[in-house]
């Protein structure tokens, strides 16, 4: 369980910095 929420953080943490600046562009843009 614990290597599981692990990794799913981790995917989270990706996503985050990957995504929204990809939004804040669009919308800035």
Do not use: G
Request: proline share 7%.
């Amino acid at each position: 369980d614990l290597t599981q929420h692990l990794t799913t953080r981790a995917d989270d943490s990706h996503a985050a910095p990957v995504f929204r600046p990809a939004k804040l562009k669009n919308l800035i843009s």
